[in-house]
């Protein structure tokens, strides 16, 4: 099957926030997708692979995309994070504890061990297992620039007869790649092959976490990546035509409330989650601008929400998502002194059941994919 041949509906895009271990709501709200497409078309064994054909993903949210577009329904992923979410958040040993919190190994044999082809041997980027193309949101560390990775076989860097394909990499490698957040795990180190002037050289760089670029809402650049001819798929957009879907991961606030002036270590220590709420504030007021949103919180007081009919659309566009407000903070603070931290694994059934009961009420077909 082409994945790269403009669908002949809609285009269906599926784009999931970077966010930890609260992933864990983002999947009740695919799990409530996947039961309302299964309802819709009498398939009970319907997977969201089946309907979605690009999906992409942001640390967290590059697991989540990546296990879906392998053909996985909603339930087995969230197994999958619950089983071994304490072995992904193993603390790291006395002597790398000062560089990072958690072990690099567990969550890297974990992804080493499950992303593997029939015969046993690694499956890579350009694998027949992903049923779907697929957008992992990395950064480059050693160059300090996003590096978006596909596996869409016309891309630049995915020619078959160049060296260094990056369809040629592991599969596994640059999901972990993706969720490499900086002090918390170590980088993943991959070694890229290029061609310059006739000359193959061999580079070795440092990836990280992709929540530490721009895009940890990843939608919009995925919408760019099926549409931009640079990146040689080229489908076309317009309402009719495109639809995309965005879901986040919750949003914490990161205002410092009555305290006007903090010391300077607070500051630091704030500052990371600001910037990366607001570059996701960013990305959802762009999708909502340039397509025609069905469904979404207010951005702010004086935009609104935006759901409203726009003529000139490039696609049908739904944010999923809910902020977490001084009530579930408490809440969540008598399960778990650590709160709505990226690593607190103490909550995931609070975090379950925050999804599902905002999936029951929050997603409709209608948003995406009818009229």
Request: hydrophobic share 40%.
């Amino acid at each position: 099957m082409d994945l790269t041949a403009p669908p002949s509906g809609r285009a269906r895009l599926l784009a999931f926030d970077g966010g930890g271990i609260r992933g864990l709501f983002s999947l009740e709200v695919a799990k409530r997708i996947e039961t309302l497409l299964r309802e819709k078309t009498g398939k009970p064994d319907l997977v969201l692979a089946d309907h979605f054909h690009y999906m992409g993903g942001t640390s967290t949210g590059a697991i989540i995309a990546t296990f879906l577009s392998w053909g996985m329904p909603v339930n087995e992923v969230i197994r999958l994070y619950r089983e071994n979410s304490k072995l992904m958040f193993t603390k790291a040993g006395l002597g790398a504890i000062f560089k990072n919190r958690f072990d690099g190994e567990p969550i890297s044999d974990f992804l080493r061990s499950f992303f593997v082809e029939n015969n046993g041997t690694p499956a890579t980027l350009g694998t027949s297992k992903l049923r779907t193309l697929l957008l992992v949101v990395t950064r480059n560390a050693s160059t300090g620039s996003p590096w978006p990775m596909s596996n869409n076989p016309r891309a630049l860097y995915n020619d078959r007869s160049k060296p260094g394909c990056n369809l040629d990499l592991p599969l596994w490698q640059i999901v972990r790649a993706s969720t490499a957040a900086p002090t918390f795990f170590p980088p993943e180190v991959i070694e890229i092959t290029d061609q310059i002037d006739g000359s193959i050289k061999k580079h070795v760089f440092a990836f990280e976490d992709g929540g530490v670029t721009p895009f940890n809402n990843p939608a919009y650049l995925l919408y760019t990546m099926a549409t931009l001819p640079e990146y040689k798929l080229a489908w076309p957009d317009g309402k009719e035509r495109m639809s995309l879907v965005s879901v986040g991961t919750g949003r914490v606030k990161t205002g410092r409330g009555g305290k006007l002036v903090e010391h300077l270590l607070a500051q630091a220590k704030s500052l990371p989650a600001a910037l990366i709420g607001s570059a996701q504030w960013m990305q959802d007021l762009v999708c909502r601008q340039q397509g025609e949103c069905r469904y979404g919180d207010p951005l702010d007081s004086e935009l609104g929400t935006l759901v409203r009919e726009n003529p000139r659309a490039a696609f049908l566009y739904a944010r999923y998502d809910r902020a977490i407000g001084e009530a579930e903070m408490k809440a969540a603070l008598e399960v778990s002194k650590k709160g709505f931290t990226l690593d607190n694994i103490e909550l995931m059934d609070f975090l379950g059941e925050m999804g599902a009961t905002y999936a029951e009420h929050a997603v409709k077909l209608e948003h995406f994919d009818h009229d």
